[in-house]
T-cell receptor, first 114, second 115 residues
Framework: NAGVTQTPKFQVLKTGQSMTLQCAQDMNHEYMSWYRQDPGMGLRLIHYSVGAGITDQGEVPNGYNVSRSTTEDFPLRLLSAAPSQTSVYFC?????????????FGPGTRLTVT | QQQVKQSPQSLIVQKGGIPIINCAYENTAFDYFPWYQQFPGKGPALLIAIRPDVSEKKEGRFTISFNKSAKQFSLHIMDSQPGDSATYFCAASRSRGTSYGKLTFGQGTILTVHP
């Protein structure tokens, strides 16, 4: 199993440009989510999905869109990039177990918006 | 609004020391409290987790202490090693319904263990 994969690893955008961060998992997990990590603020939930066709907003959804057409893929779209979206983005997936709800994180995408 | 507050921001100990990282939460509906470990350039990885029906959980050199009445929990690392140097995050979530994956993270603690 590859686990959770993310592409690209690094990206530089100019203000106003759009792009899609890709996320895929091969563990058949129903739950997938996107977080952003900023210094001193931990990880904050952007959007999440509890299954194909179902998505919902997290703590910081503004400026981001998601869709979930398959169990495996959960792309994050930046519609019009802003410098405030400079961050490291992590995708995660999980499945409900009897005693734990371990989230598996991808390696991250470091995004810089100039 | 930060629902999970973590301290300290950074921590330096000598090899063999016992670093302690503390977290406090506000939402009494939280019933799952994991700790994640993150190395530079990597995604966070689950280290250990606890539910509020127990006051302590040990896995190897890592121990979570949980105080439900105070709404606080902490991570202790016994006999710390240089390889434990990493950023540690506490988190909390509700396990009911579809909320089980909605983790609320603390701010993180950068731990350095000197040889």
């Amino acid at each position: 199993n590859a686990g959770v994969t993310q592409t690209p690893k690094f990206q530089v955008l100019k203000t106003g440009q759009s792009m899609t961060l890709q996320c895929a998992q091969d563990m058949n997990h129903e739950y997938m989510s996107w977080y952003r990590q900023d210094p001193g603020m931990g990880l904050r939930l952007i959007h999440y999905s509890v299954g194909a066709g179902i998505t919902d907003q997290g703590e910081v959804p503004n400026g981001y869109n998601v869709s979930r057409s398959t169990t495996e893929d959960f792309p994050l779209r930046l519609l019009s990039a802003a410098p405030s979206q400079t961050s490291v983005y992590f995708c995660a997936s999980s499945s409900r177990g009897p005693t734990s709800y371990e989230q598996y994180f991808g390696p991250g995408t470091r995004l810089t918006v100039t | 609004q930060q629902q999970v507050k973590q301290s300290p921001q950074s921590l330096i100990v000598q090899k063999g020391g016992i670093p302690i990282i503390n977290c406090a939460y506000e939402n009494t509906a939280f019933d799952y409290f994991p700790w994640y470990q993150q190395f530079p350039g990597k995604g966070p990885a689950l280290l250990i987790a606890i539910r509020p029906d127990v006051s302590e959980k040990k896995e190897g050199r890592f121990t979570i202490s949980f105080n439900k009445s105070a709404k606080q929990f902490s991570l202790h690392i016994m006999d710390s090693q240089p390889g434990d140097s990493a950023t540690y995050f506490c988190a909390a979530s509700r396990s009911r319904g579809t909320s089980y994956g909605k983790l609320t993270f603390g701010q993180g603690t950068i731990l350095t263990v000197h040889p």
